[in-house]
């Protein structure tokens, strides 16, 4: 399918996925600038106030950006909002987000009507993440105009299906935008979602292990240490199943293969420590094995770009008949 604007013009068919904590005005410019959409959750911006210069500042950067390289234009920025009665910030966030005029809005946690109404009423298009079928349906029905497949070996909260499943069942009915998540995180796996059904890829984890990134250098040493067997899924952390490094779950007392199902969103071990999801229990993805040292955001979109295209050109000369 041709994509709908903003996501038509993009160096790479590629999503920056927002990262809780970790992502920011410095992360999301670059890879804008490297010509993929970046990301950030509204929620990492505290106090709330902070959205708003996060937003001044991403427009004027990228819009000189523009005016100097009138042949490389920046790639659209994407906010993600937590649609779910538990955040308290929604409707202020949105406010916010309405006077920049936020060209990309990425729904999670729940899709609601008037969220997607208020961003297609400043001109903005939403996308909304989903695990399986059920709620692809749910999401198109209130409004939203892309879908994020969220497959197993996805970083943070993901789900447990296929990608081949996820996104066939997908296709079967809605020929929108769809985008692709889970352990995606070299060219030729763009490539691979694009063969599949999906339009672009959405990656997270390999970012974390970026110059800009917002994380602890022992956070991105992880992602370039870490391997597809690092990662523990689990639902103890948030009440919800995430993906995990299993070094961040040692290093806080605990044994990766024996976790308790729950929610214990802080963890106290009697000895007065503790540890919270996100900051201490770090999210990754199974893709994580592709990362081999931390660099500017910039050049791994430019590996990624290489990859991409020398995988293209691999996969026309196996089919040249």
């Keep these: 399918m041709t994509l709908i604007p903003p996501l038509d013009r993009l160096r790479l068919p590629v999503i920056g996925a927002p990262l809780f904590i970790v992502s920011g005005p410095e992360l999301v410019i670059a890879q804008c600038k490297a010509g993929i959409v970046g990301s950030f959750p509204a929620l990492n911006a505290r106090p709330q106030s902070q959205l708003d210069e996060w937003l001044h500042r991403i427009t004027e950067e990228l819009a000189a950006w523009d005016r100097a390289h009138p042949d490389r234009p920046a790639a659209p920025f994407a906010v993600n909002q937590i649609v779910h009665k538990s955040n308290d910030r929604l409707q202020a966030d949105m406010a916010t987000c309405g006077k920049w005029k936020v060209p990309i809005v990425i729904t ?81 796996s ?15 984890s390999p970012f974390i292990a970026t110059e800009e990134a917002h994380a602890a250098p022992s956070y991105k040493q992880g992602i370039v240490e870490g391997r597809a067997s690092d990662i523990v899924y689990s639902s103890l952390f948030t009440g919800v199943h995430g993906n995990y490094l299993r070094q961040s779950i040692e290093a806080a007392g605990l044994d990766p293969d024996n976790l308790a199902e729950g929610d214990l969103k802080t963890m106290d071990f009697g000895s007065g420590g503790s540890a919270k999801a996100w900051r201490d229990i770090w999210g990754s993805g199974q893709g994580i094995g592709a990362v081999d040292k931390v660099q500017p955001a910039g050049d791994y979109v430019a590996v990624l770009a290489a990859q991409y295209e020398e995988a293209k050109a691999e996969l026309a000369s196996k089919t040249a008949f």
């Design 190 to 204: 763009i490539l691979a979602a694009q063969a599949m059904g999906a339009d672009l890829a959405y990656i997270g």
């Design 108 to 188: 999670s946690l729940g899709a609601l009507v008037e969220v997607n109404e208020a961003v297609h009423g400043w001109g903005g298009i939403t996308l909304h993440d989903i695990i399986n079928d059920r709620f692809a349906h749910k999401a198109v029905e209130k409004g939203a105009d892309g879908l994020i497949a969220v497959a197993a070996g996805a970083g943070g909260h993901a789900g447990r299906l296929s990608p081949f499943a996820l996104v066939q069942e997908i296709r079967d009915w809605f020929d929108g935008p769809l985008i692709l998540s889970g352990a995606i995180a070299n060219g030729r």
